[in-house]
């Protein structure tokens, strides 16, 4: 018994120290990953469920490690939160994406707006207004084709200076959807002053619409609450033609999913909006 404490110890210690590596190597990587260039926005199209068009497409960030190869935000978004790069790494996503939009509109491909993620810690810093309106003066943007992507449960923490955020949002001329919505604790009292456009069902409800009632009807609900607040609803997550025919009854007005495409690397995602012609 003496052995094997002492084996399950040394296993644990040596588990202890792998991911004591990885997270140290996956901090220096991700304080150099600016520099070197490593990051890449993949699209992915929201389609209006009447006309079958493309409405936007939501940039999702990629980490392309020299080593490790394509890392997903889920495994580096906490960290750079936690070490406080998120920042720099958000304005890389606001730079990118409003270039990203200005060249396919330039180009001929699509003029849509861009929906951008923005973490928790950049929307309540005190000078991301300030960030935005020099970004949206440095690029030949209209600002009512940038959409600002903002969780739920972010929304709810501080509901009013949330409000008061958006409000100078709204006055800047960009969008604002909620994201994730449904798992976040909505207070209705300030749903109803949230100055946003669109309500993102969140991925978890759209799931098992199909095989589970509650989640139809929480589903249901979100669409005939946003609708009241006259306010559009993009269900997430979209997989298979019978979530997409139960979401249509219900009214829901658009989708995102890999039913009809999963998130693209530009150059696919430029082919994509050029077949589907949406000028
Ligand atoms: P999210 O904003 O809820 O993004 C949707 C996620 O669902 C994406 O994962 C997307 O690839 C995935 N997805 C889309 N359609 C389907 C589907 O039909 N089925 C399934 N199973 N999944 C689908 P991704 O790209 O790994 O991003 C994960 C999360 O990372 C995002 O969740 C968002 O919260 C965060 N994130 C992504 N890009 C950024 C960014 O630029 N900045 C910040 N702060 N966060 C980001
Ligand atoms: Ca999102
Ligand atoms: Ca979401
Ligand atoms: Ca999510």
Redesign the pocket.
Known sequence: AKELGRDNFQFYTEELHARINERLAMETGLRRALEHDEFEL?Y?PRVDLSSGKVTAV????RWNHPELGQI???RF?PLAEELGL?HR??EW?LHESCRQQAAWQKAGVADLPVS????GI?FVQKDFIKLLSRVLRETPLDPSRLEL?I?ESLSMQDPENSIRVLRELKALGVRVAI??FGTGYSNLHFMKQFPVDIIKLD?SFVQDIVRNPEDLAISNAVISMAHSLHLKVTA????SVAQLALLADHGCDEM????FS??LPMEQCTALLRESRTL
Request: aromatic content about 6%; glycine content about 8%.
């Open positions: 993949h992915q939501e940039a999702l960030i997903e935000p889920l978004v998120i790494i958000g996503v951008i993620n923005i973490s950049q992507e969780t994201d994730d991925r997430e997550g979209v997989e995102q999913g890999y039913y999963p998130p």
